[in-house]
C-alpha cells in the first residue's frame, strides 16, 4: 500500500526547497465521501495531503486550467507544479505532452500506483449500501474495502464498489513520473478491458439505437463533461461559437445566417450531435478517465463512446492514448496496412 | 370503375416514392473529376447525390459528415483518390483512418451502417462512380429516411 506520510515528505521537499509553486494533491473534502482536489502552497498544510481510494478526481485538468489561468496573469510564476497522479492522471498528462500542451519541466509528477485497487464509484456505493450515507471508506487488503456509515461498518468486496474504469484498466500505474510511490502491479482480475463497450457493440442496432436515444433523450446540454475533460482545452468549442461578435452593426440576415454547427437546443439529434463531435475529438487522446461519466448529472454512460473508439484505435491501429508523450498522434498518422475493406 | 379510381391513387403513390438525399463529398482532383466524365459520358445514374467538392478527403471534417446528417441527409458518401494517388501525397490516407472511426462511432450509436460509405472513385472512373451512387440509392431507399439525427424543425 502507499503510505501517504511517504508522499506527504516528498510534498514537504519540494515546497520547502521552492522547486514547485504548488503541490496539486487530494484532501478531505467538508462535505461527502471523496476527497477534494487541492493546492498545496503552505508547508502547514502538506498534512492536509491523503491518499485513498476517495481521490477520484483527474488531476490534470488542473493543470489545464492553471496553464489558462497563467496566461492571464503579468507576472507568473514559472516554477513546475507538482500534481499527484493515479494511472489514468498520468496517461493524460501523457497526452498533454504529447500535444505540446504543457512542457515536461512544467510539471513535477509525483506518480502513485493503484496497485491492486481503484476509486470508488459513488452511484454504486450508494445502491450498495441501499441509502446510508458512507463517511470514509478506505481498503483493507486487497479485494475489499471497509466503508464507514453512521450506522456502523460495512466491509464490501472492491469489485461491487470500484469505477467500471478501474474494473476494466489495464495500467493502474503512472506511465509518466518523476517519483513513483507503490508498485507497478499488472495483474488485478477484475473484469477485461472493453468490457461494457463491447457489451452495447454485441446488441443489435436497434438495441443500440434505442440504448442511446434512451440516454441522449436525458442530456440536458450542461457541458460538464466538456468542462471536467483535461483533454477539453479548445479556447472556443464549436457548440458556443463565441467568435462570432454580434455588434450593432450585425444584421439580421448575417445573425441568420452564421454558422451553427450543432444546434443548442437539447433535442435527442442534437445532442447526439454534440456528444458524438466530442467523442470524434478525443479519439486516441482520451485516456478513460471517466470523469465525463461521473460528473454527468443525467448519467449518461459517456465513457461508452469513447472507449468504442479506443477499443477500435487498439484493434486496428495498435494505438493506446498516453503510453508515449513521443508518439504521433492517431488522427495524424497513418500506417499503409490500415483497413481498406471498408472503402468502396 | 376501381380502376378509374385506383388510377390516380397509384399515380399519387409512385410520386410519393421515397427519394433518398445524399450529400457526395468529393476530392477536387479524382472523385469530382470522376463524377463530371460520369456526367459527360452520359452515363444514367440516379440523382440523389448532391456533390460537394472539397480539396481533399483529408480535408473532410467528421463535423461535416454529423452535419449533413443533422441537416437532414439520408446518406453521407466520401470519396477521394485512390491510395497512393492523393494529389497531396497522403491526404486520403488520413481520410481513410478518420472515416474509418467516424464509421465505427455512427454504428456504435445505432445509426444503420449503410448511410455512410466511403470510396475510392479516380478521375478516369466515370462508370465506377455512377455504380457506387447507384448502389448507394438502392440501399438506402431500402433503409427508408434518415431520423436519428436529423435536426427536428
Known amino acids: ?344 | 370503375m376501381s380502376e378509374v379510381l385506383e388510377a390516380p391513387v397509384q399515380a399519387k403513390k409512385e410520386a410519393q416514392e421515397f427519394e433518398p438525399k445524399i450529400v457526395a463529398f468529393l476530392c477536387k482532383w479524382c472523385s469530382s473529376a470522376g463524377s463530371d466524365l460520369a456526367g459527360v459520358s452520359r452515363l444514367q445514374y440516379p440523382p440523389n447525390a448532391v456533390p460537394i467538392q472539397v480539396m481533399c478527403s483529408g480535408s473532410v471534417s467528421p463535423l461535416y459528415i454529423l452535419s449533413a446528417f443533422n441537416k437532414g441527409a439520408d446518406g453521407v458518401l466520401v470519396s477521394g483518390c485512390h491510395p497512393g494517388d492523393c494529389h497531396y501525397l497522403k491526404g486520403n490516407f488520413f481520410a481513410r483512418r478518420r472515416i474509418y472511426l467516424v464509421q465505427k462511432l455512427l454504428k456504435f450509436i445505432g445509426l444503420e451502417s449503410d448511410r455512410f460509405r466511403m470510396s475510392w472513385v479516380s478521375a478516369a472512373e466515370g462508370t465506377k462512380y455512377a455504380q457506387v451512387v447507384a448502389d448507394f440509392v438502392k440501399d438506402i431507399k431500402a433503409l427508408g429516411p434518415q431520423r436519428k439525427l436529423k435536426a427536428k424543425n
Open chain 1, 1 to 344: 500500500m502507499v503510505a501517504i506520510e511517504d508522499i506527504r515528505t516528498r510534498a514537504r521537499e519540494l515546497l520547502e526547497g521552492g522547486k514547485v509553486r504548488a503541490v496539486l494533491g487530494f484532501r478531505r473534502s467538508s462535505a461527502g465521501l471523496l476527497a477534494e482536489p487541492t493546492f498545496v502552497t503552505e508547508l502547514n498544510d502538506v498534512a492536509s495531503l491523503v491518499w485513498d481510494a476517495t481521490c477520484v478526481h483527474n488531476l490534470a485538468l488542473y493543470l489545464v486550467n492553471e496553464k489558462k489561468r497563467q496566461k492571464a496573469e503579468r507576472n507568473p510564476d514559472t516554477r513546475p507544479l507538482a500534481v499527484i497522479a493515479k494511472g489514468c492522471d498520468s496517461r493524460a498528462i501523457n497526452v498533454l505532452l504529447q500535444e505540446n500542451h504543457i512542457a515536461r519541466d512544467e510539471v513535477v509528477v509525483l506518480g502513485v500506483s493503484c496497485e491492486g485497487g481503484g476509486v470508488i464509484d459513488v452511484r454504486k456505493l450508494a445502491d450498495v449500501l441501499r441509502g446510508k450515507e458512507a463517511t470514509a471508506a478506505a481498503y483493507e487488503g486487497l479485494g475489499s474495502v471497509k466503508v464507514t456509515t453512521a450506522s456502523g461498518e460495512a466491509t464490501l468486496a472492491a469489485s461491487d464498489v470500484l469505477a467500471d474504469r478501474c474494473l476494466e484498466c489495464a495500467t493502474a500505474y503512472p506511465s509518466v513520473s518523476d517519483v513513483l510511490f507503490g508498485e507497478k502491479v499488472d495483474e488485478r482480475g477484475f473484469s477485461s478491458r472493453f468490457a461494457a463497450t463491447k457489451a452495447v457493440a454485441a446488441m443489435t442496432e436497434e438495441e443500440r439505437s434505442a440504448f442511446w436515444d434512451g440516454h441522449f433523450e436525458r442530456c440536458i446540454r450542461c457541458y460538464a463533461c466538456r468542462a471536467v475533460c483535461p483533454m477539453c482545452y479548445c479556447d472556443e468549442c464549436v457548440v458556443d461559437s463565441t467568435s462570432f461578435i454580434v455588434g450593432p452593426t450585425t444584421t439580421a440576415e448575417e445573425k441568420a445566417n452564421r454558422i451553427r454547427w450543432i444546434q443548442r437546443s437539447t433535442t435527442p439529434a442534437d445532442n447526439a450531435m454534440y456528444h458524438m463531435v466530442r467523442a470524434m475529438h478525443l479519439a486516441g487522446r482520451c485516456v478513460d478517465c471517466a470523469e465525463c461519466e461521473r460528473v454527468c448529472p443525467v448519467n449518461i454512460p459517456l465513457r461508452l463512446l469513447n472507449t468504442s473508439l479506443e477499443s477500435e484505435a487498439l484493434e486496428m491501429f495498435e494505438y493506446t492514448p498516453g503510453t508515449d508523450p513521443a508518439q504521433p498522434s492517431l488522427i495524424s498518422s497513418f500506417r499503409d496496412g490500415d483497413p481498406n475493406d471498408f472503402v468502396r
